[in-house]
């Protein structure tokens, strides 16, 4: 019988983007859509002095602004000439429209007039309307985030937590997990939120508008030599309200340690956290096994590739990562867990999935494991969990690494 007390939950690294490739227009639109919004959210920032991100309406307005600005000029040094394609006539020619209604009144009492007039209304109506649907776009993605319902859906990790929400994600996959997940948040009369960490004997309470601001929240990065900022990454989770909260508690519990007010727990120590270029409290470094922990108490974690270089340690944790293999597939809605893959020759790891088509995996980095039968593995990217495989675990076993994992019925912590 092994306790978790004997192990070493200390070597935990920095999670790095395992964003895979757009599979879909959604996927490429989205990403399309991001890097648009953090650019001119960085020209915003820059133009302004200061380090904060600008609001999704104050951004949307903006990137209207200058696209019909553009527009504009092109209209300008094409005289206003109609395009053959209707379709590229009505989005290219929109100032057109403005200024035949001021000609047709005569508005600004000679032709230059009603031209200049007619493109500063098409500028001033399109950074309006621009304005709107960022405003209404925000509205609707909070809303969206924040839905607190005891259950744990597909999520995007920002800077803050992937492994937060990959623990949540696995234990989702259990009954049992679906049920401590459900029993550690509760809605509160006043619409907060209470997270329980049961495991170090903690709650949190975190209100509406704590999690409407974390949904808006972002870390901003500087230059090297400080001042200008250079860019924006989303702080928290999206998509989903429960993880959103729990990470919020988390965070809470951080400055509960830094301020003294509670005695730090050897198995969440302060090297968790870091901080970002403008002073805010991260907490990049984790693992599954630390969210297991948070809420029941215990957990399991071994790494044969400890780079301690202990050869009893790594021995133990092969034992370890062996006996895991071999009972997985034997209890696999027992356990809830995360792997890590190595690779000594190559970055990419090929495996073929359940339908014969190529799956480029990533070694040193983290999968949620939410799905096992006697063939196959179901591994979910802990940074976006809406990317799964259904991958041979025969395939997988070979490359295992690192193993964290939790029973969340057995009651003594031990396998």
């Known amino acids: 019988m092994v306790s978790f007390n004997g192990l070493n939950f200390n070597n935990v690294g920095m999670p790095m983007s395992t964003t895979a490739p757009a599979v879909n227009f959604t996927d490429a639109y989205e990403q399309l859509s991001e890097k648009k919004d953090n650019f001119v959210a960085v020209m915003i920032a820059n133009d302004n ?3 904060k991100r ?3 309406t104050v951004i949307a307005a903006n990137f209207s602004a200058m696209v019909a600005c553009v527009k504009a000029g092109i209209n300008i040094l094409r005289k206003g000439k109609a395009y053959k394609n209707p ?4 989005f290219m020619n929109g100032a057109n429209t403005y ?3 001021m000609n047709k009144h005569n508005i600004g009492r000679n032709p230059l007039h009603n031209k200049i007039l007619g493109y500063g209304t098409y500028i001033i109506g399109s950074t309006l309307l621009g304005a709107g649907l960022g405003f209404i776009f925000d509205w609707y993605n909070t809303a969206r985030n924040t839905i607190v319902n005891g259950k744990i859906s597909n999520t995007k990790s920002g800077v803050n937590g992937s492994w937060i929400q990959s623990g949540l994600k696995s234990l989702s996959s259990t009954e049992e997990g679906k049920e401590l997940i459900k029993n550690s948040i509760h809605k509160n009369k006043d619409k907060s939120i209470t997270v329980k960490f049961s495991g170090i004997n903690k709650e949190y309470t975190i209100t509406k508008q704590e999690l409407k601001e974390a949904s808006r929240s972002y870390v901003t990065y500087l230059n090297d030599n400080g001042g200008k900022v250079r860019d924006f990454k989303k702080k928290f989770s999206k998509g989903d309200g429960d993880v959103l909260a729990f990470e919020l508690a988390f965070e809470k519990y951080c400055k509960d340690v830094n301020n003294g007010a509670v005695k730090e727990d050897k198995i969440l120590p302060k090297t968790m ?3 970002s270029d403008t002073g805010d409290i991260l907490f990049a470094n984790g693992s599954a ?3 297991y922990y948070l809420l029941t108490g215990k957990s399991i974690h071994y790494d044969t590739k400890d780079p301690s270089n202990d050869a009893i340690m790594k021995m133990y944790s092969q034992i370890g990562v062996n006996r895991f293999k071999e009972d997985l597939p034997q209890n696999p809605k027992s356990y809830a867990c995360e792997i890590m893959l190595g690779n000594n020759s190559q970055n990419n ?3 073929r999935d359940k339908f014969r088509h190529f799956k480029y995996l990533k070694a040193d980095k983290k999968y949620t494991v939410t799905d096992v039968d006697d063939k196959y593995i179901t591994l979910v ?3 976006k969990t809406k990317e799964s495989y259904i991958l041979p675990i025969k395939k997988v076993n070979n490359y295992i690494s690192t193993v964290d994992y939790v029973k969340p019925d057995d009651k003594k912590g031990t396998v």
Do not use: G, P, R, Y
């Not at 379709?87 to 009505?90: F, P, Q, V």
């Open 381 to 383: 990217n802990s940074e």
């Open 87 to 90: 379709l590229t006539d009505w």
């Open 54 to 56: 600008a609001s999704a």
């Open 99 to 101: 200024i035949n209604f």
């Open 273 to 275: 956290q870091s901080v």
């Open 349 to 351: 790891i090929i495996i």
């Open 49 to 51: 002095k200061t380090d």
């Open 289 to 291: 096994n630390q969210l």
